[in-house]
């Protein structure tokens, strides 16, 4: 009865982890900048905040992490430069999609623990490789032709998986070609994730619902947790290391937490819930937009 009852109240505390983890971000956001300065910024960059309402969901209950919203919206609609948007898309993934992943490991939400470990081999070195030696040597409409580019990649990686319609629970990972694979697409993912802010997610979704023909909701709650250990480090990067994460980007980011740490944890939430068709063309409609908007701007320069 004994050994019950402690279990329960270990189910009970991990259950608050999400909760808790909230809590302290808003008492050091407050703490940081104070409340009349905190709602200052906030009110100052209101559109940033209000990107991020719908990017946070999108981070949280979807493969596309929230550069999908904050990077077009950034350089295409608010005329950022690309290489800010990245900055900021991944520093702003450390607060939402670490929310969302708490959220998913602590609320009993599936998700495939063995791909995370081995993906990180690969996500953690790509995204340090990109943002040291690549990064700066692309163009600016390269950057954002690549995004699209690999949007197109993970909508016909859906489609293919929707039409198929064969899903497994389990996968194999005792096969050592598929964990080297896992590695490896996970290293290319994060080096597209150091030139764009997101792409270990995409990539990582997408070998789980080809390859090991994964199911929908639970590939999708794997990579946001892959996403959020990426993120972090990189902006560890961004931060200590190449002093990327500029005043501007400061204020961003202290202006969209407040939004993504309820928001991203939402999607995570949702996303277990919804019907997988509704997810579905919810990611569908948001690719098609994005990849409309960048071949108008090609165009445009043309």
Request: aromatic share 10%; glycine share 8%; charged share 10%.
């Amino acid at each position: 009865m004994t050994a019950l009852s402690m279990n329960f109240k270990n189910r009970s505390f991990r259950q608050y982890i999400p909760l808790l983890f909230l809590a302290s971000t808003y008492i050091c956001w407050l703490f940081m900048q104070g409340i009349n300065s905190a709602l200052a910024n906030f009110m100052s960059q209101i559109s940033i905040a209000i990107t991020m309402i719908f990017g946070s969901f999108v981070a949280g209950g979807t493969a596309l992490g929230g550069g999908a919203v904050a990077f077009p919206v950034m350089t295409k609609v608010l005329a950022i430069e690309p290489a800010t948007a990245k900055v900021f898309s991944l520093a702003i993934q450390s607060f939402g999609m670490t929310a969302a992943s708490l959220t998913i490991i602590f609320s009993g939400i599936k998700y495939y623990r063995s791909v995370v470990l081995l993906a990180l081999f690969g996500a953690l070195p790509g995204v340090a490789i990109s943002l040291l030696f690549i990064a700066d040597l692309l163009p600016r409409l390269v950057t954002k032709s690549l995004f699209s580019v690999f949007l197109l990649v993970f909508a016909i990686t859906l489609l293919r998986a929707h039409w198929k319609g064969k899903q497994q629970l389990d996968i194999d990972l005792s096969c050592k070609k598929n964990n080297a694979l896992v590695v490896f697409v996970a290293l290319l993912g994060g080096i597209v994730s150091g030139l764009i802010g997101s792409g270990a997610d995409i990539a990582i979704f997408a070998l789980l619902m080809l390859h090991f023909k994964a199911d929908l909701k639970v590939a999708t709650a794997t990579s946001v947790i892959v996403m959020a250990v990426t993120s972090v480090f990189a902006s560890g990067i961004n931060l200590l290391y190449l002093n990327a994460i500029t005043a501007p980007i400061s204020q961003y980011v202290l202006a969209a937490i407040p939004v993504v740490v309820i928001g991203a944890p939402l999607g995570a939430y949702c996303c277990a819930k919804v019907p997988k068709s509704v997810l579905l063309s919810f990611l569908l409609m948001l690719i098609g937009l994005e990849v409309a908007f960048t071949l108008y701007e090609i165009i445009g320069n043309l």
